[in-house]
């Protein structure tokens, strides 16, 4: 039967329980979880159905070059690294899957919130080197702080929840205020966010309108021991601002699971 000989290509890391649940059902699976993009251009003629994260940019390049591609699925939410308007044009079906890992990146925010308040990283590398410098890495408490949340999709809805067991004050920043009736949340501008927030965390996808959302003009409304959480994409933290607060201790501390370019060297990785 012509269903199950669907071509599908993966090129992105994805747990091995999807590849090996798909081989049994008798699709015609390619995994290459670090494919480079010349051999994604020999590979994609042949596909029905190509499978990534945010690793690889499916531009129209590749797009044209996926004679029999049908579908495109983003595991995940943020569908930046895909040019929609061509996939469109080729009748290609793009599929997004934003509650995926929603408490599973909550989870990690707040696993990269206490880390950077307490110092954790540091310390360890220190101690591994017998410095003992514990006065020097005091931190704070999350307890009575104030969490601002940009962005109230699925991960920051989740993120508010879990800021609330830790006794957090919390407030966001988002374009539908709507999220405001089943969270009962403070909403306020960007600029009130970033005066008033202990903490921020970003979790908005990257368009025109998040670009440079943190940038040199409203990065000096920033508190002087505020701490930075991107948990979205690397070009929503302007990275050239970002290393100079951190550089001139404007702020406390930063945390990101994103960059503008990854798997590639980095002037953040001086400091």
């Given at each position: 039967m012509e269903y199950f000989k669907k071509k599908i290509i993966i090129v992105s890391p994805v747990h091995q329980h999807l590849v090996s649940e798909l081989k049994r059902l008798r699709y015609d699976v390619e995994y290459f979880p670090s494919i480079k993009y010349k051999d994604?251009?020999?590979?994609?003629p042949s596909k029905e159905l190509l499978i990534l994260r945010s690793g690889i940019v499916i531009d129209k390049n590749i797009i044209n070059k996926g004679k029999k591609l049908k579908y495109i699925l983003r595991a995940g939410s943020g569908l930046d690294n895909i040019d929609i308007k061509t996939a469109k044009k080729?009748?290609?079906?793009?599929?997004?899957?934003p509650n995926l890992n929603a408490i599973s990146v909550a989870e990690f925010a707040f696993g990269l919130i206490i880390s950077t308040a307490r110092n954790i990283v540091k310390a360890d590398k220190e101690l591994r080197r017998n410095i003992w410098n514990k006065p020097n890495h005091s931190g704070f408490e999350l307890k009575d702080k104030t969490l601002g949340?940009?962005?109230?999709?699925?991960?920051?809805?989740k993120i508010a929840k879990?800021?609330?067991g830790f006794s957090m004050n919390v407030i966001a920043n988002v374009k539908n205020k709507s999220k405001k009736r089943s969270l009962s949340l403070k909403l306020v501008s960007l600029n009130n966010l970033l005066t008033n927030s202990d903490y921020i965390t970003f979790n908005?996808?990257?368009?025109?309108?998040?670009?440079?959302l943190l940038n040199n003009k409203n990065?000096?409304?920033?508190?002087?021991?505020?701490?930075?959480i991107n948990l979205s994409r690397?070009?929503?933290v302007n990275e050239i601002v970002l290393y100079r607060l951190l550089k001139d201790n404007l702020i406390f501390g930063a945390a990101t699971d994103v960059f503008l370019h990854e798997k590639?060297?980095?002037?953040l990785f001086e400091l």
């Open positions: 994604l251009e020999k590979k994609i080729k009748n290609i079906q793009v599929f997004n899957m949340i940009i962005g109230l999709g699925n991960i920051g809805t879990i800021a609330k908005v996808p990257l368009n025109k309108d998040t670009k440079d990065c000096k409304l920033l508190k002087k021991n505020s701490i930075l690397g070009g929503v590639k060297n980095n002037k």
